[in-house]
């Protein structure tokens, strides 16, 4: 059992009824988890309002509400009210967790670009160099040995600090963790003080209804990580660093080309050869050493330069971070799939107009014979996405095969239609193939000497979403098959 005040001991709050010392047995804020004895926090949502439903967790037993507005309850609730329910329910889940942040180093990375990716170079270094690194994101949740599929990049505060505490529980000593904009708006990571942030870069996005309201509030979102951090590692190339760091509570280190940068990439080399395709670039400033991806292009530079900066941090034994970041990768972010021997196939998550032209326009640096994109668009998902893709596609892909990626509840003709608007837009060459694994099969069975495939959109993700419903369908799977039965 768990005694109110303990959990509200970091909180604003206003006694309405009942008393501080009533005693709870679990926290809940979705009216269907309610049981005898919770504490209820009423979250104004994007759909609906917690508040409605405090008649029927009341009925359920709940012993005490937290709530935003005024309600009418039975005297034996306690009505605890507060200025804003869901920076209520973080403090609270941390309490109810016992702070688990304060007992982790806890590494946050926001940014448009490259958040999942970092991620993943951070926690494969750190666990190289002996530290036990769990890891929440947009793939997964890392826990141990424990990997759960994540519908959020960045979880709910409650499921933050769940997590956080089996993280410890499991002997974790680090976690990394991927801090959206939403996140931040939303007090999902309320209270947690960051040993490090890190910001890797903005460019419009996330922009709509059920999102951000301009670019303004998303700017001013991502450098909320900078007033609850104690370090921040940023992007000093990025057109709107300054912005991000304005009122920052933090200290500040930075990375990029640029020659004020802490720590400074330099003599980049883009390698292509038979089965890399990768990067090699000098590091100075605060750190100096060569350093070699096998992943490609200069994004790739930027999101190893906050890994270094976090190495630095941790003194992290150079040749086991230099072996980390060779052999760094995160599923499905321009993952090479071997298929050939005279060309090259990456599985890649560009599912917008930003990110299709910044992979498009990287492999384009490797003088490919001919650049391949297959790809398609989701469903029930901005329609802006598809006339955009396929101009982008157009322009920077020598050939474009369209398909269908997931088409939810919308038939995927009408998708590849509205793509077919974009890319006749263009002088660009396409086809037009429904199905995505034949797409694929067609891609890799016309590929040429010297040529790069890029499947974009789809990335980690082993499902297709067709009605309501996920059927299996993982890429690297497709693959096998096509290259089977060949
Ligand atoms: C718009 C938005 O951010 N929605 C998120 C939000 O839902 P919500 O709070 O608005 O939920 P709601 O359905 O309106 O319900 C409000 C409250 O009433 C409660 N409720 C609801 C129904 C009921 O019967 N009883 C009840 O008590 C709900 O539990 C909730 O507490 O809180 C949910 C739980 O934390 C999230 O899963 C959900 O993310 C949705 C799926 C989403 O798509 N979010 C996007 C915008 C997002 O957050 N994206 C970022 C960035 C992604 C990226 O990096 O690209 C992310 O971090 O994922
Ligand atoms: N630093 C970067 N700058 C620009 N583009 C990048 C960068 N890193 C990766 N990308 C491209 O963007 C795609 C998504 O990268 P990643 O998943 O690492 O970013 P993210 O910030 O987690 O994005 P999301 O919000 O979609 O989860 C990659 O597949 C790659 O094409
Ligand atoms: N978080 C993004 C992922 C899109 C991935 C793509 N495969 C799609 O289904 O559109 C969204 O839900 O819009
Ligand atoms: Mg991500």
Known sequence: MYKL????????????????????????????KAQKGCLFVAIKGAVADGHKFIEDVCKKGCKVVVVEDEVCVDDDVTVIKVDDTRYALACISAAYFGY?????????????????????????????????????????????????????TTPESYTIHEYLRKMYD????????????????????AGILFEIGIFTNISPDHIGPAEHKDFEEYLKCKSLLFKQCKVGFLNIDDDHYEDIVQGHRCSVETFGFSDAANIKASDVKLINEPGR???????????????????????????????????????IDEEVM????????????????????????????????????????TLREYQPKRLVCV?????????RRRY??????????DFTIITSDNPRFEEPQDIIDDIKVGI????????????????????????????????AGKGHEDYQEIKGVKYPMDERVLIQEILSER
């Open 5 to 32: 005040e303990d959990l509200l001991e970091r909180l604003d709050y206003e006694l309405i009824q009942g008393t501080i010392e009533a005693e709870v047995n679990t926290v809940v804020y979705d009216s269907r």
């Open 100 to 152: 688990p942040a304060e007992k982790l180093h806890v590494i946050g990375i926001t940014g448009t670009k490259g958040k999942t990716t970092t991620t993943y170079m951070i926690k494969s270094i750190l666990d190289n160099a002996g530290h036990k690194t769990g890891l929440i994101g947009t793939i997964e949740s890392i826990i141990g040995d424990e990997r759960i599929p994540s519908s959020n």
């Open 170 to 189: 499991a002997g974790c000593d680090s976690v990394v963790m991927e801090v959206s904009s939403q996140g931040l708006m939303l007090n999902r990571t």
């Open 277 to 315: 395709l990768g990067v090699d670039f000098k590091v100075s400033g605060l750190v100096n050493c060569e350093i070699q991806l096998n992943l490609p292009g200069k994004f790739s530079v930027y999101n190893a330069l906050a890994a270094v900066a976090v190495c630095r941090f941790f003194e």
């Open 322 to 361: 230099k072996k980390s970041l060779l052999n760094a990768k995160a599923k499905g972010r321009i993952e090479r799939v071997e298929v050939s021997n005279d060309f090259d196939l990456m599985i890649d998550y560009a599912h917008n107009a930003m990110s299709l032209k910044s992979i498009l326009t």
């Open 375 to 383: 790809f398609g668009c989701g469903g029930n998902r901005d329609k």
């Open 388 to 397: 955009e893709m396929g101009e982008i596609s157009g322009e920077f892909a």
């Open 424 to 455: 006749k837009k263009t002088n660009g060459e396409y086809i037009e193939i429904c199905d995505r694994k034949e797409a694929i099969a067609y891609a890799i069975n016309n590929g040429k000497p010297g040529d790069v495939i890029v499947l």
